[in-house]
């Protein structure tokens, strides 16, 4: 069955700190693995698009990797700022013409 | 918001009656989909849309149905809502040619809320 899972389902850190959010899939065959933030009463919107042949992808101060042997990814906040407080959802595509999997989310808290 | 508007943006309804949640974009493009959130799980495909008259169904499509007659808009009623219906519903966009390489562009969601 594909399955998209994110851990950790929340996380508090303190501004200016540097965090790791995890994302693991089943999806298969893989087409894409994207990062989405959305805050509060907003529509998810995207970070990073990632193709099975590319490892890295950075928008701003958030780098997507993607580990395709493992079916692993992580998206790293550098330097958090108080508006990086969101949900962070990570998303896999199957190959054309099928759904998107969306993973459940992680909830991060950036305090000062 | 990549021109996507949601109306209403709150709406609260009795059980039983029907529903009409409407998207607009203002961007001319061929794809737009139904999804709704509900805690616990992640974002859900109710139904989608290829073009004017062409829709097929998503994975939750029970008790929906969708209609696209215009190009920017794109329809979801509940024909007889349900307390399982309360959800927020988003509707979203994409610049592909529907195979996924795109990402979506969302709008800001509907809370309905079915009493």
């Known amino acids: 069955k594909n399955q998209v899972e994110q851990s950790p389902q929340s996380l508090i850190i303190l501004e200016g700190k540097n965090c790791t959010l995890q994302c693991n899939y089943t999806v298969s065959p893989f087409s894409n693995l994207r990062w989405y933030k959305q805050d509060t009463g907003r529509g998810p919107v995207s970070l990073t698009i990632?193709?099975?042949?590319?490892n890295t992808k950075s928008n701003g101060r958030y780098t997507a990797t993607l580990d395709a042997d493992t079916k692993q990814s992580s998206l790293h906040i550098t330097a958090s700022q108080l508006s990086d407080s969101a949900s962070y959802i990570c998303v896999v595509s199957a190959q054309a013409g099928t759904a998107l999997i969306f993973g459940k989310g992680t909830t991060l808290s950036v305090s000062s | 918001d990549a021109g996507i508007t949601q109306s209403p943006r709150h709406k609260v309804t009795e059980t039983g009656t029907p529903v009409t949640l409407r998207c607009h974009q203002t961007e001319n493009h061929r794809y737009m989909y139904w999804y709704r959130q509900d805690p616990g799980h992640g974002l859900r495909l109710i139904h989608y849309s290829y073009g004017v008259k062409d829709t097929d169904k998503g994975e939750v499509s029970d008790g929906y149905s969708v209609s696209r007659s215009k190009t920017e808009d794109f329809l979801l009623t509940l024909e007889s809502a349900t307390s399982s219906q309360t959800s927020v519903y988003f509707c979203a966009i994409s610049q592909g040619d529907g195979t996924y390489n795109s990402p979506l562009h969302f709008g800001n969601g509907t809370r309905l809320t079915v009493t």
């Open positions: 990632m193709t099975f042949s590319e």
